[in-house]
């Protein structure tokens, strides 16, 4: 696991905002490039990206400022990418995720951005996750280490709360492109009800199973606990690459034994190897269970959707769930 590098963000970041002057030039002589035909939306991850395209369809041009197989935590902007967020008419993203974005967006965003953290209020770092014995202070020392107030940014894996912000998505593209707010309107409805199925799924499936307790690489999982009634063990807090400290590895596998922990949860865009560290100890299998923080690089042809309903048939059978 990588161990975060914080000169080296900054040399970038501002080596990023330098270039901010150059594409605001680009942009104010008429060569940005624009479609005049759709919206140019630029989307700060995966989700976002995948909202946006649904609720737009063919009226978007949708850039994702996180590439495929690309861990969004720590992203450092290219100059190319100032100047998409520079040149879209409307940039989504989730203020308090990705330093970089939010530099960018306080340096030319203004009205053109769309905070989709606003739509409702965050759950708190801890949220879904166990509050006893040392494992309580093992939660606040992760979300004292986050630079987010200790919330936890990833509600996207709440599939209803994702429908709130294609609700709210389909509003803003409507102001800024009013001849086609009533198809942002209609689409933002279809995506709301293939959610709501999505999520109804869930809530069936999870209903009845052996365990309740998900121990995960780091602790994205709040919001789907919270949801589903499920109690997340996080390896690490809400930041991925943070090395987890022995006594915190001792904490999770003592979790993992008292509550007959069959699977060890890790994600596709982070090594694998503390998880499996921790499932050889304690004698169960690794599988993952993918936080949609982005796509793989290949893709597979998955989206939002495919994932999740793949994630749900992978927690069905760690908990034994019937």
Request: with cysteine; aromatic share 4%; proline share 5%.
């Amino acid at each position: 696991m990588m161990l975060r590098r914080p000169t080296v963000r900054v040399l970038a970041a501002a080596t990023a905002l330098v270039a901010l002057g150059a594409a605001t030039a680009c942009a104010d002589d008429g060569t940005a490039g624009v479609d005049p035909q759709r919206v140019d939306v630029a989307a700060a991850f995966y989700p976002l990206q995948f909202v946006a395209e649904r609720v737009g369809g063919d009226a978007v041009r949708v850039t994702n400022l996180t590439k495929p197989g690309a861990e969004p935590h720590d992203l450092e902007l290219t100059p190319s990418q100032v100047g998409e967020v520079n040149r879209a008419e409307l940039i989504v993203y989730l203020k308090g995720f990705q330093p970089a974005v939010d530099e960018a967006i306080a340096q030319s965003g203004g009205d053109r951005a769309f905070d989709v953290a606003g739509v409702q209020p965050l759950l708190a770092a801890s949220a879904g996750g166990h509050d006893h014995g040392g494992e309580g202070a093992g939660q606040q020392e992760h979300a004292d280490e986050e630079g987010s107030g200790g919330k936890d940014p990833h509600l996207w894996l709440d599939p209803t709360r994702l429908a709130g912000v294609a609700d709210q998505l389909a509003e803003r593209l409507g102001r800024a492109d009013p001849e086609r707010a009533a198809d942002y309107t209609a689409r933002a409805k279809t995506l709301r009800a293939e959610l709501e199925k999505l999520d109804a799924d869930f809530a069936a499936g999870l209903k009845t199973c052996q365990r309740r307790e998900i121990v995960v690489s780091h602790t994205a999982f709040g919001y789907l606990a919270e949801r589903y009634r499920l109690e997340q063990v996080g390896i690490t807090g809400l930041t991925p690459e943070t090395e987890p400290s022995p006594q915190r590895l001792a904490e999770v596998a003592g979790e993992a034994r008292e509550h007959g922990a069959t699977t060890i949860f890790f994600e596709t865009l982070v090594s694998p190897k503390v998880a499996e560290t921790i499932a050889r100890e304690v004698g169960a299998q690794t599988a993952v269970l993918d936080p949609l923080e982005g796509l793989s690089a290949d893709g597979g042809g998955q989206d939002y959707l495919s994932v999740m309903r793949t994630n749900l048939q992978t927690l069905r059978t760690a908990l034994s769930c019937s």
